[in-house]
């Protein structure tokens, strides 16, 4: 079965630091890979999505960018954080065919 | 753009039915139409989907019009642990939406009340 992992569950971090987040996923190959940021009491807003290793597209323009180093490793950084960056982090992974796409558990971000 | 129309809110008594409308005057052919959910603090989970037929699965009902311009999802026996979220999405699938992009919108909290 496959399974889904992000790290950390929590984050506190100071504006201006750097973020580095990581999602991995087991029991499947070359899944197409999302990142979502869900900003408190709105819906979910798709950042970044990839369809295969190094190929990474950004939906929305912003501090943040994203990087597929192995087929089941997705990254989410920022050189710099903002207060605006505060948020549950999402990350999700589908087959590609379809849109039946399976969530991780997230990482609850608060900008300081 | 909002592809999809939700009721911001629904509630619905525990044991009873829940049918959660979405309205998707302008979905195109080629659009399916997905149902996710939201319980708090946890990520969407997949409920169901479909094209054009109703569909059916151990979680949910999807009815869709035969026109194609609204769909309902029906929670047969609902019970407090569907109190969540309900997204409804179109979207094209294949070769028409490369990498399975999904769009979320505001969706509808529904709380299951005993």
């Known amino acids: 079965s496959q399974t889904i992992h992000q790290w950390p569950a929590t984050l506190v971090q100071p504006v201006g630091s750097p973020l580095s987040l990581e999602c991995t996923v087991e029991?499947?190959?070359?899944?197409?890979l999302y990142w979502y940021r869900q900003a408190a009491g709105r819906g979910l807003q798709l950042l970044f999505y990839?369809?295969?290793?190094?190929?990474i597209s950004s939906e929305v323009p912003q501090n943040l960018s994203a990087s597929r180093p192995q087929d089941r490793q997705f990254i989410l950084s920022s050189k710099k954080l903002l207060l605006s960056d505060s948020g549950f982090y999402l990350c999700a992974w589908g087959r590609g065919v379809g849109h039946e796409q399976y969530f991780g558990p997230g990482t609850r971000l608060t900008v300081t | 753009d909002a592809k999809t129309t939700q009721p911001t809110s629904m509630d619905c008594a525990e044991g009873r039915a829940a049918n959660l409308p979405c309205n998707h005057s302008t979905i195109s052919g080629n659009e399916y139409v997905y149902w996710y959910r939201q319980i708090h603090s946890q990520g969407p989970q997949y409920i169901i989907h479909g094209l054009k037929n109703n569909e059916t699965n151990e979680m949910a009902s999807l009815i869709i019009t035969e026109d194609r311009k609204s769909s309902t999802l029906i929670l047969p026996h609902a019970t407090l642990r569907d109190t969540a979220v309900y997204y409804c999405i179109v979207s094209p699938e294949g070769v028409y939406n490369q990498g399975g992009k999904l769009i979320f919108g505001q969706g509808t909290e529904l709380s299951v009340k005993p």
């Open positions: 990839s369809v295969g290793i190094g190929q």
């Open positions: 029991g499947t190959s070359n899944p197409n």
